[in-house]
T-cell receptor, first 109, second 114 residues
Framework: GQNIDQPTEMTATEGAIVQINCTYQ??????LFWYQQHAGEAPTFLSY??LDGLEEKGRFSSFLSRSKGYSYLLLKELQMKDSASYLC??????????WGAGTKLIIKP | DADVTQTPRNRITKTGKRIMLECSQT?????MYWYRQDPGLGLRLIYY???????NKGEISDGYSVSRQAQAKFSLSLESAIPNQTALYFC?????????????FGEGSRLTVL
């Protein structure tokens, strides 16, 4: 079966760095997405990885290892506004998105 | 104004009632989707449409139907609502030529079935 696993909740301190891990099992693979979702709001696109390696976008970076079925989202210089859920989603061979349940990130001052 | 608009934003209804959730978009995207989100679960695809004449079932289509009235409008209906359809529903759009498949979500419709 297809599955996306990510931690349910993480806590970090303002100004610090946090890494949110995601492991995936999909039927075929056409990329890995990260979305951010603030409480009560719609998910918004953060990143897309299809090749191995690190993609950096400002304070956020996303890493992919296809051989390990593993990705992580790295958030640097954490700000209170980064408190949100982070959704990992894999794109399978039929270009269907398989979503993880999300990681709720709590930022403390 | 939001590019993807859902109405209603909140709805409380009773078991057995017919409910329609509407979605309209000004992004000019051909592809539209309906998802539901439940606590502790990932987003699950209900139906999707790649064009006005194209309707496809997602992983959890039972108990739901959709209508793609125009490129900009995609409606989700619950013919006879039941309590386990209580959830947050999202409409989304995407661009077919964008290989990243980035989705643009509406603000969500929170449905409670009593």
């Amino acid at each position: 079966g297809q599955n996306i696993d990510q931690p349910t909740e993480m806590t970090a301190t303002e100004g610090a760095i946090v890494q949110i891990n995601c492991t995936y099992q999909t039927s075929g693979f056409n990329g890995l997405f990260w979305y951010q979702q603030h409480a009560g709001e719609a998910p918004t696109f953060l990143s897309y990885n299809v090749l191995d390696g690190l993609e950096e976008k400002g304070r956020f970076s996303s890493f992919l290892s296809r051989s390990k079925g593993y990705s992580y989202l790295l958030l640097k210089e954490l700000q209170m506004k980064d408190s949100a859920s982070y959704l990992c989603a894999g794109l399978d061979s039929n270009y269907q998105l398989i979503w993880g349940a999300g990681t709720k990130l709590i930022i403390k001052p | 104004d939001a590019d993807v608009t859902q109405t209603p934003r909140n709805r409380i209804t009773k078991t057995g009632k017919r409910i329609m959730l509407e979605c309209s978009q000004t992004k000019g995207h051909d592809r539209m989707y309906w998802y539901r989100q439940d606590p502790g679960l990932g987003l699950r695809l209900i139906y999707y449409s790649f064009d006005v004449k194209d309707i496809n079932k997602g992983e959890i289509s039972d108990g739901y139907s959709v209508s793609r009235q125009a490129q900009a409008k995609f409606s989700l209906s619950l013919e006879s609502a039941i309590p386990n359809q209580t959830a947050l529903y999202f409409c989304a759009t995407s661009v077919p030529t964008d290989h990243t498949g980035e989705l643009f979500f509406g603000e969500g419709s929170r449905l409670t079935v009593l």
